[in-house]
């Protein structure tokens, strides 16, 4: 009897293929790059009050003409045509009180800035969106800087499913647009859409979905103990006939 390899693998390989593509197609397939959504949060130095006294207003709103009621310029938000995750990094520094081979000790994060890419309309409200972001920290006019609170906003980037629902979300937390990148004209391309690049910096990120049910730091907690238990003495205090009213 001929001893056939193929054969043995065979069976073993189709089953596993198999059972790959049916978690898949059970968790909706393979997350795809194109199905994302961002939200663009202005900062506070964006807002102001009215010139009449009357309900506080945006400048950002007013340039680009639409709100959707949470502070995001959606128009904007909508014209994203590309854009990353951020990424993350482990600082480390060698331990001094190790011997034998050096081992490293993590002391924090760091982060990179990213760049996102806007298509922009035949009025070019997008590029002016950021110009207008950008003079919030910097007067290019009377050379004034103004507080790092009136320029920084936030971003929420979201990886979405084949139904559109957020699978995956972070945001980017005082954040601000370092750079905007230049603009080509050509002539050769008639049918193109421009585009504008911009870059931005931002403190940290933080992840929307499992990071928000991680334990809180221990001096959190510890406050938390403390207020409950300086809330429950003040409670046991208050007469009985008091506490049933």
Request: include cysteine; proline fraction near 6%.
């Amino acid at each position: 009897m001929a001893f056939n390899l193929g054969k043995m693998v065979e069976g073993p390989s189709y089953a596993i293929l198999n059972e790959i593509l049916g978690e898949f197609r059970t968790n909706d397939g393979f997350a795809r790059p194109s199905r994302y959504e961002i939200l663009l949060l202005p900062p506070t130095g964006a807002r102001g009050t009215a010139s009449d006294g009357g309900d506080v207003t945006n400048i950002f709103t007013q340039i680009m003409g639409q709100n959707n009621g949470d502070g995001t310029v959606r128009t904007t938000s909508l014209r994203c045509e590309a854009i990353s995750f951020p990424g993350r990094n482990l600082d480390t520094t060698p331990d001094p009180n190790h011997y034998g081979p050096t081992r490293e000790v993590v002391n924090g994060y760091s982060y990179a800035p990213i760049s996102a890419t806007f298509q922009c309309s035949s009025d070019m409200k997008e590029k002016k969106y950021f110009e207008t972001w950008q003079r919030l920290a910097y007067n290019p006019q009377t050379f004034a800087m103004n507080y790092y609170d009136d320029y920084t906003g936030t971003i929420q980037i979201f990886q979405l499913d084949q139904k559109g629902n957020r699978t995956y979300g972070c945001e980017l937390v005082e954040c601000f647009p370092k750079n905007i990148g230049d603009q080509s004209l050509m002539g050769a391309q008639s049918t193109a859409v421009q585009e504008v690049t911009v870059t931005f910096s931002y403190r940290y990120w933080k992840n929307l979905t499992d990071e928000a049910s991680l334990p809180k730091p221990l001096l959190e907690r510890l406050q938390g103990v403390l207020a409950n238990q300086v809330e429950r003495k003040l409670i046991s205090r208050i007469p009985k006939v008091l506490s049933r009213l």
